[in-house]
T-cell receptor
């Protein structure tokens, strides 16, 4: 079945460091791919998405490119801030059906 | 986009009791789902809430324990029945709008 594998956390970075959170997926066909963020004590918010191969999703300085050949959707940000501290979830969905989530990666950014 | 609200936002309950969580969407969505997020873990799908018919449950979840209603396109309820401490979790409602799934803020449940 469909599944998502995320980089194990937690990840701790200094402010302005470069961030990469790896995400790979297993699915038949062409799923849509998502990154969600969960700030402490809050629900999930959509961060970015890509619906077809080679699409790049971007938002708030974060980017991820849908790579069909490597079945990956790695999240990157060039310069993280303390306010980016949160848990990040990679997810996939086929045909706007239910989502499959990765395990989540906790990011802590220190000043 | 869709904005999803949930009530209550949190509750503390005694074992053996039941709690009903309400989910309201501000616009019509095609699909609605209920997820559980146990402390420090990812989201697990409980069921798909179907309008006007019985919900579709994932493996490991049953209607007697988690009855779900969806009387219209913008409202759904999840009941956690005969609760035990193992049911302590965050319960999230979600809905598909366009090409995106939106999530409610979650209901934080603690069972003593």
């Amino acid at each position: 079945g469909d599944s998502v594998t995320q980089m194990e956390g937690p990840v701790t970075l200094s402010e302005e460091a470069f961030l990469t959170i790896n995400c790979t997926y297993t699915a038949t066909g062409y799923p849509s791919l998502f990154w969600y963020v969960q700030y402490p004590g809050e629900g999930l918010q959509l961060l970015l998405k890509a619906t077809k191969a080679d699409d790049k999703g971007s938002n708030k300085g974060f980017e991820a490119t849908y790579r069909k050949e490597t079945t990956s959707f790695h999240l990157e940000k060039g310069s993280v801030q303390v306010s980016d501290s949160a848990v990040y979830f990679c997810a996939l969905s086929r045909n706007n059906n239910d989502m499959r989530f990765g395990a989540g990666t906790r990011l802590t950014v220190k000043p | 986009s869709a904005v999803i609200s949930q009530k209550p936002s949190r509750d503390i309950c005694q074992r053996g009791t039941s709690l009903t969580i309400q989910c309201q969407v501000d616009s019509q969505v095609t699909m609605m789902f209920w997820y559980r997020q146990q402390p420090g873990q990812s989201l697990t799908l409980i069921a798909t809430a179907n309008q006007g018919s019985e919900a579709t449950y994932e493996s490991g979840f049953v209607i007697d324990k988690f009855p779900i209603s969806r009387p219209n396109l913008t409202f759904s309820t999840l009941t956690v029945s005969n609760m035990s401490p193992e049911d302590s979790s965050i319960y999230l409602c979600s809905g598909w709008g366009g090409e995106t799934q939106y999530f409610g803020p979650g209901t934080r449940l603690l069972v003593l």
